[in-house]
């Protein structure tokens, strides 16, 4: 139930700390029994320990309490999934789901095939033959219905397990979203210079999707922080018309057209 720590590492780092970071929302202060920086549990493997580390070293903003309270508050629908499903049960293997969807085929064509015999077949007692008929199709129906629902079950429970897959991938998404813009926030404050309100409003709009092209013209800037050199999809930056004097380092080694007082820069 839990998410795969290759497939969904940040997802599957802040949902094994969900408790902690519930305690920790409730009394603002973190405790030696509740701190949601405390190290992992000792039952978790030597894999999964270093699969962590491996993550922090990566992503150090991960120790944030107020980041990790907030992506927790983001991820709620997979948890309360999560919930769920451990109640119904595990993923049934494919052969199952396959011999399951086969056995229900099987069972709707017997059912045609019953219903077409009753249809040809003229009524053995003396009586309304319609009537006959319909209580006969029904009998068939009902029984044709038992025999689906163990079938069904099988089935779609698959089906919710696929869902939770899906929804394990958007959550993963949005916490890379949700990072990437605390990201650029600590980038912007560590360098310790005024920022261009547009040009905070272009670093978290880029943190949450891939802008293209961007144009900061005739905004008068004298600094662009190096958080713009992490925007994921930018290939056209307009800084004509500003007062800066040098931001090459801050795109290098990424290509990208730069244009400067109406020059372009390769």
Not at 23 to 50: C, L, M, V
Not at 122 to 150: I, T
């Amino acid at each position: 139930m839990d998410p795969n720590p290759k497939s969904f590492p940040i997802l599957s780092y802040v949902m094994s700390r969900l408790p902690k970071v519930a305690s920790f929302k409730a009394a603002q202060i973190p405790h030696d029994h509740d701190d949601i920086e405390q190290p992992t549990p000792p039952d978790h493997s030597r894999s999964q320990r270093d699969d962590e580390v491996e993550l922090m070293d990566r992503l150090p903003l991960l120790h944030r309490p107020a980041l990790l309270s907030s992506m927790a508050a983001s991820i709620a629908d997979v948890a309360q999934t999560r919930s769920v499903l451990r109640t119904i049960g595990d993923r049934p293997d494919h052969e199952s789901v396959d011999t399951a969807r086969v056995r229900v085929a099987e069972i709707d064509e017997d059912l045609a095939r019953q219903i077409e015999e009753i249809e040809a077949a003229p009524s053995s007692e003396e009586g309304d033959l319609l009537l006959w008929r319909a209580e006969q199709e029904e009998e068939c129906r009902a029984r044709a219905e038992r025999e689906k629902v163990a079938l069904r079950a099988v089935i779609q429970l698959d089906e919710m397990h696929e869902s939770y897959e899906r929804l394990l991938r958007e959550a993963e998404e949005r916490l890379v979203k949700i990072y990437d813009a605390e990201d650029v926030s600590a980038m912007v404050q560590e360098e310790g210079k005024e920022v261009n309100d547009k040009v905070i409003a272009v670093l978290r709009q880029g943190s949450e999707k891939d802008l293209g092209s961007v144009d900061l013209s005739g905004q008068q800037l004298k600094y662009l922080p190096e958080a713009f050199g992490k925007l994921r999809g930018l290939i056209s930056l307009n800084l004509s018309d500003n007062l800066l004097e040098v931001c090459f380092r801050v795109f290098s080694p990424v290509s990208i057209i730069l244009k400067f007082c109406g020059i372009y820069a390769f």
